[in-house]
T-cell receptor
Framework: AQTVTQSQPEMSVQEAETVTLSCTYD???????LFWYKQPPSRQMILVIR??????QNATENRFSVNFQKAAKSFSLKISDSQLGDAAMYFC????????????????FGTGTRLQVTL | ETGVTQTPRHLVMGMTNKKSLKCEQH?????MYWYKQSAKKPLELMFV???????ENNSVPSRFSPECPNSSHLFLHLHTLQPEDSALYLC??????????????FGEGSRLTVL
């Protein structure tokens, strides 16, 4: 079974600084998707960034980027120029490959990292 | 405005009560999910519905009973719950099948407290 591990329960960063959140996963598949989700205190989980395993290039979305190390099964999230609005729980998630049309998507999540942003 | 709406946002119930959680998605997705979120634990997938058919039940106790009347609506019926069932229950939806990235779209959750 796939597992996702986030070893940092809490992290803190100063405003405008850069922080990296760690995630490792375990799978025997070669093709899969990885995600970082953000859950602010308002509770709705929203997608921050996704990475397809077959792509060597690291995904980037504005201030958010990932360091995807497939051989090491590592998927870290870097937040640059941190803002107060970045304070939230961040969840790393894995999705196994889906080959059949009409198959639902099952994501496996880590335990999350609570990010605090200080002035 | 969220594409996935959950009601109620907060629910307090006794162990002998019967209540229901409701989820509605306006995104045209075919798959819907119930997740349980407890502190310091990974999100636990409870049920998956694909084109209204239940395709996954992760050994969830029978005191939780899902219902999916159509691809846009999902319910979680609650009966004779235990205090350890207190948690945030998240509903999500997604497109189904190969060719999609598989990301889930979540509602804001229903915070359940069982007394």
């Amino acid at each position: 079974a796939q597992t996702v591990t986030q070893s940092q329960p809490e992290m803190s960063v100063q405003e405008a600084e850069t922080v990296t959140l760690s995630c490792t996963y375990d799978t025997s598949e070669s093709d899969y998707y990885l995600f970082w989700y953000k859950q602010p205190p308002s509770r709705q989980m929203i997608l921050v960034i996704r990475q397809e395993a077959y792509k060597q290039q690291n995904a980037t979305e504005n201030r958010f980027s990932v360091n995807f190390q497939k051989a090491a099964k590592s998927f870290s999230l870097k937040i640059s120029d941190s803002q107060l609005g970045d304070a939230a729980m961040y969840f790393c998630a894995y999705r196994r490959p889906v080959y059949n049309t009409g198959t639902a998507s099952k994501l496996t999540f880590g335990t999350g990292t609570r990010l605090q942003v200080t002035l | 405005e969220t594409g996935v709406t959950q009601t109620p946002r907060h629910l307090v119930m006794g162990m002998t009560n019967k209540k229901s959680l409701k989820c509605e998605q306006h995104l045209g997705h075919n798959a819907m999910y119930w997740y349980k979120q407890s502190a310091k634990k990974p999100l636990e997938l409870m049920f998956v519905y694909n084109f209204k058919e239940q395709t996954e039940n992760n050994s969830v106790p029978s005191r939780f009973s899902p219902e999916c009347p159509n691809s846009s609506h999902l319910f979680l019926h609650l009966h004779t719950l235990q205090p350890e069932d207190s948690a945030l229950y998240l509903c999500a939806s997604s497109p189904a099948g190969a060719g999609h990235t598989g990301e889930l779209f979540f509602g804001e959750g229903s915070r359940l407290t069982v007394l």
